[in-house]
Structure formats: structure tokens, C-alpha cells
């Protein structure tokens, strides 16, 4: 028996992360990703499987399938918990995983060329390039002794706008050899209608440039090179020239370029910092920031924040990229702020300017046809749209497994089962300036000033322990506090502090103490908040 456990993907978009394990306790990792938070109104940017969970036994590898931050970005913090884990991915999604654990840090790697089978710990592994929005892109076959264990996830059966295809006939022989178990990417499960072809999206894009009269600004996901290509060979051909903004997009290209580049014209690719010598009508603006991000390049250049560019009547934004369920309300924002500047904003939903590189519904019943499995768990999407999957599976009576994070997955001959135990899997939460490790701690403290505010109380004190003139002032942020009740806490803390001795007003630490266990109960009870209560003793 085998066990089948998700750190991240499962119920949720990003973090894609899931353990392998044979019953002889061969253990493989498949990608470490990273997601966006729902933690954005206090700082946090993104969130990271915990991958100590993992425990004392280092997995033989993992495997990485592309270089999607859903599906690399972790990849550090793994190292961290499992020093000697060996990376085994295509050679470009090698190239993107040294630079993800940082530039210098020794990586054991392992470099699985597309198309062939190699042996990762107990497991007989299998890779099948495929059309996916970046190079490097996989689909695996892990075989052992309960079966054959299908990923097909990030994958289009449509070519890429880089010329990638997905072989079908390489899948039916899959299929032919017998596929136990389908994890099927759940992405765009609830999208029937057909995306338009690559063909199509590169020709809106050079229709949508053609007819721009000042700056284009296109904003995309900073790992989408084919999409960077298509507004680069736009440019060429309308006479302008392509400036990438944003730290991602431009170590993409960096990367990109190690591994022979994207083949546009020389000279034609210029960085920003020559923004301001350029003109604005013979510029294409690439920038960073598709899901509304704090701190990318679109969400400065929305508010006039990002140096050498500043938008005018007749800009135009398009918006380039799939919104990810849980960011149209951020985006949504800053499209407004385009707009009050003279911009003119076009969204994939308004012109074909964008494909997603997931299978749409279609898509995904030509995928269970071409490897009819026996047992399909629906992966990389929320729980409506794992369900979704699931019902196209059981309308052709293939078996089916919905589960979410941490719920334990036994896979035998005979199938797959949900085994009743879960994994206790934390995370790892980033700062969403730095990208730092936040301290549980500080989250909550965010969250409880967030909630029921701040109080800041000034004492003054002398060395002397004797009263001194200046008064005490109480500061209060985020909560609603009448003149009266301000005027009662300063009279109360005034009171406090005559009423204790000489030798307690010499005293600091008492007299911050004292008066912080004071304030934080008479606020309790007066207002039946708990604010976060700092008491400044100011000797005089």
C-alpha cells in the first residue's frame, strides 16, 4: 500500500505540493509551491507549506514539474527542513530551482529529460513535455507496485504561444499501459466555452497595440514568457520597443536567456531605467503584478508610484492574464485607478488577449478519455472546483476521491481511499514587502490592532519619585473612544500614579506594568474591547 498526502493544492489555488509514499517507506515529493494569502489586509504576501511536517525521513527527491511560483516557490523552505533532498526537474525548471534556493547554495539536482524513464527512489518515473505557459513543463507517470499514478496538471492539449504541444498519442500510450490513478488539475473545471487559440490572442495583442496612440502597458504574470513574446513581436512590428518591469519578469528573461533566450529581435528588449528618455507612443511596457499585488510594478504604476512612467490620457492597459478567484476586488481597484488617469483598460474578459495554460472543461474529457483511469482525485483548485472534476470522472464511471489538504490517501491495487487520518501541515507566511518569515506572533498582533485598535499612554516620571507638572496624554488609533471616556482614563491613570508611593513612581518597569494592567481592564470594562494597550514611561 501506498499513501497519497497533499501539503498544499488541494482545496486551494497554489502551494502545490504532494507526498508520495510506498509502503517499503519510499517517499517523493511532487513540486513545492507557494500561494497567495488571504492574509493580504496584514501584511502577508505569500504562504508556504510547512514542510517539517515532513518529519525525520528525507524524501528520495522531489520532483518538480514546472517553474510556477504554485509549484517552485517553496522550494528554499523545503531545503530548509530537508537539507538532502535531491531536485529532479527538466533542465529549464533546473535553472529556475537553483536560482529559487539562491544564487550560491549547493542543490543536489537530477535532470529528467522529456520523454524518458527514470528510476526516483521506489518509483519508475515517466515525463511528458507538454504546452503549459512556461518552458520546462511536464506531466508525470510515477509507477510502483500499486499501479501507475498520472499528473496531468498545468498542461493544454492546445499548442503554447511558444510552440509547445502536449502529444496525445504519448498519452494514449499511457493510457494503453494502464493508469491507476488521475490527479487532473480542476483550474478551469467550470469553464465550458473554448479559449481562444494562441494564434488569436497574438493577433488581438498586435491589433490592441497597432491602434494604440500612447504608452501600452501590458501587465501578465511575471513567469508567462510566451505572453512576453507575443507583446515583444507586437511591439517589433508596430515600431515601439519592449521595456520588462518588475523583479520577476526580468530574472525570467535572465533565466530565459541562459538557456538560449526567446529569439526576438536584438535591441528591441530595453530596461527600464531608460523609461524616461523614451517615447511614450513607441513604448510596450511589460510589468509584473497580474493578481493586483501589493507592491508590483501595476499596482505602483496604478497610483503614479513606479519611477520613469506615469499614465496619461491615451495609455492603454491590457490586462494580460487569468484573475485568480479571491483577487477581482484588488484588481478591480487599481483598473479604476488606471482609469481616473486617462487610461483606457482591456481585461482577457473584454478582448482575446489571453489563454489560460490550464484545461477547460472540453480539455479535461479528452484527457479521461486519452488516459481512462481507473481512480481520478482532482487536484489544484478550490473544493467547487475539485467537484466539478469529480463529476466529469463519475459521468464516464471512473472512480473518484475529493480530498483536501492533509487527509491521508491509501492507494492499492484495488484503488484509492480516504484513510481518516490528517496530516497536521502548517505554513510559513512572507512579509509582502521583503518576503521575510513573519513571526506568528506579529500576525497576531496585526490582527488584534486590526480588530480592536491601539491605546498609547504617556507617563511622565522623575528620578525623584515626585509628581511632575506635565500631565498624562493617552493617543487612541482604530477605535471609536467618547471625550468623556478619554477624559475619565487620563483622570484614572492620574489617580493611579498619586496613589502609589515615592519609591513605585521611581520604579519604570512598575509604573509601566501597573498602569498597563490598569488601563487594559477599565477599557475592557467600559468598552468591552481588548485593544492592544503600550504604556511609554517618559522620565522628566
Known amino acids: 500500500m501506498a499513501r497519497l498526502v497533499a501539503f498544499g493544492g488541494f482545496g486551494e489555488f497554489g502551494a502545490n505540493s504532494l507526498l508520495v509514499e510506498d509502503e517499503d517507506d519510499g517517499r517523493v515529493l511532487v513540486d513545492a509551491g507557494a500561494a497567495f494569502s488571504d492574509l493580504a489586509a496584514f501584511g502577508v504576501g505569500y504562504e508556504v507549506p510547512d514542510f517539517s511536517a515532513l518529519g525525520q525521513d528525507v524524501p528520495s527527491a522531489v520532483i518538480v ?18 537539507a538532502g533532498i535531491e531536485v529532479h526537474a527538466s533542465r529549464t525548471t533546473l535553472a529556475w530551482a537553483r536560482r529559487a534556493v539562491g544564487n550560491g547554495v549547493p542543490l543536489s539536482t537530477r535532470e529528467l529529460k522529456e520523454g524518458t524513464t527514470a528510476r526516483v527512489g521506489v518509483f519508475q518515473v515517466s515525463t511528458l513535455g507538454v504546452s503549459h505557459s512556461i518552458p520546462g513543463t511536464v506531466a508525470l507517470r510515477l509507477e510502483g507496485d500499486d499501479g501507475a499514478l498520472v499528473l496531468a496538471t498545468d498542461l493544454r492539449l492546445a499548442t503554447s504561444a511558444l510552440g509547445e504541444t502536449t502529444s496525445q498519442e504519448a498519452l494514449a500510450r499511457w493510457g494503453d499501459a494502464g493508469t491507476g490513478v488521475l490527479c487532473l488539475d480542476s483550474t478551469n473545471a467550470l469553464v465550458e466555452t473554448e479559449p481562444p487559440s494562441e494564434a488569436t490572442v497574438a493577433e488581438a495583442i498586435r491589433d490592441s497595440v497597432r491602434k494604440a496612440r500612447g504608452a501600452v502597458i501590458a501587465v501578465s504574470f511575471a513567469s508567462q514568457l510566451g505572453r512576453f513574446y507575443q507583446f ?122 489571453h489563454a489560460s495554460g490550464h484545461p477547460h472543461r472540453g480539455e479535461l474529457e479528452r484527457l479521461l478519455d486519452l488516459l481512462r483511469p481507473r481512480w481520478v482525485i482532482p487536484v489544484h483548485g478550490r473544493r467547487r472546483h475539485l467537484e466539478a472534476v469529480a463529476e466529469l470522472a463519475r459521468a464516464r464511471g471512473i472512480g473518484t476521491l475529493v480530498v483536501e489538504n492533509g487527509e491521508e490517501i491509501a492507494w492499492t491495487l ?97 509604573l509601566r506594568s501597573t498602569m498597563t494592567r490598569w488601563l487594559r481592564n477599565e477599557l475592557r470594562r467600559r468598552t468591552r474591547r481588548r485593544p492592544v494597550v503600550v504604556v511609554l514611561v517618559v522620565e522628566l
Do not use: Y
Open 65 to 82: 514539474t514546472h517553474a510556477h511560483d504554485d509549484h517552485i516557490k517553496g522550494l528554499a523552505f523545503l531545503r530548509e527542513a530537508q
Open 232 to 353: 515583444g513581436r507586437a511591439a517589433a512590428e508596430a515600431g515601439r520597443v519592449v521595456v520588462p518591469v518588475g523583479r520577476g519578469l526580468v530574472e525570467s528573461l535572465e533565466v530565459q536567456g541562459q538557456l538560449g533566450g526567446l529569439g526576438l529581435p536584438p535591441g528591441l528588449v530595453r530596461p527600464a531605467r531608460e523609461l524616461p528618455t523614451l517615447p511614450r507612443d513607441r513604448v510596450v511596457v511589460v510589468a509584473t503584478g497580474s493578481q493586483g499585488e501589493p507592491g508590483s510594478a501595476f499596482s505602483r504604476l496604478a497610483v503614479d508610484l513606479l519611477p520613469g512612467l506615469r499614465l496619461r490620457v491615451g495609455d492603454t492597459v491590457l490586462h494580460a492574464a487569468r484573475i485568480i478567484p479571491g483577487n477581482e476586488r484588488r484588481l478591480a481597484q487599481l483598473f479604476d485607478h488606471c482609469v481616473r488617469r486617462g487610461a483606457r483598460v482591456v481585461t482577457a474578459g473584454e478582448a482575446p488577449i
Open 414 to 510: 484495488a484503488g484509492v481511499s480516504a484513510t481518516g487520518e490528517l496530516r497536521q501541515i502548517g505554513r510559513i507566511l512572507l512579509d509582502d514587502v521583503g518576503e521575510e518569515v513573519l513571526d506568528p506572533a506579529i500576525l497576531r498582533h496585526r490582527r488584534s490592532l486590526a480588530r480592536e485598535g491601539l491605546v498609547v499612554a504617556v507617563i511622565p516620571s522623575s528620578r525623584s519619585g515626585q509628581s511632575v507638572d506635565a500631565g498624562v496624554q493617552l493617543h487612541v488609533s482604530g477605535m471609536p473612544l467618547s471625550a468623556a471616556l478619554h477624559d475619565h482614563l487620563v483622570r484614572g491613570l492620574s489617580e493611579e500614579i498619586a496613589c502609589a508611593g515615592t519609591l513605585a513612581r521611581r520604579d519604570p518597569d512598575w
